[in-house]
């Protein structure tokens, strides 16, 4: 009975999706924020009735649309935070350096270096020295 109640009341409707993931998560900082100041509780509760509202949505479209529009600009954030995790993660066996002619960033064992480096990029074949 009370698992044919819960099939009805999600039939037809949107569902979670990344930009409900990141307003929940915006919720979750914005309620530990609210131990400084109260008015960030009330903005964790309107974005949490955001994010509940548009997940029982029956507008899939304008939802899906909301989404996409998020993405496009969640995307590039997150390609730049992964690589510069990665970085991080690596900073201890490679070094980094960033081409003058077309910005590609090359990564060069530390082991190779000693003192100054030539480097030639493999995207444009631009020849630069660096220190290490």
Sequence with gaps: MFRNFLQNLFRGRYGPD???AALV?????LEIAASFLRIFQILALAVLVIALLRMFSRNIYARRRENDRFLTYWTPIKTKIKKKHRQFK????????KCPSCGVTLRIPKDKERGRIEITCPKCGERFKKKK
Excluded: G
């Design 18 to 20: 990344h930009l409900n």
């Design 25 to 29: 998560i915006l919720a979750i900082v």
């Design 90 to 97: 690596d900073r201890k066996v490679f070094n980094f350096y």
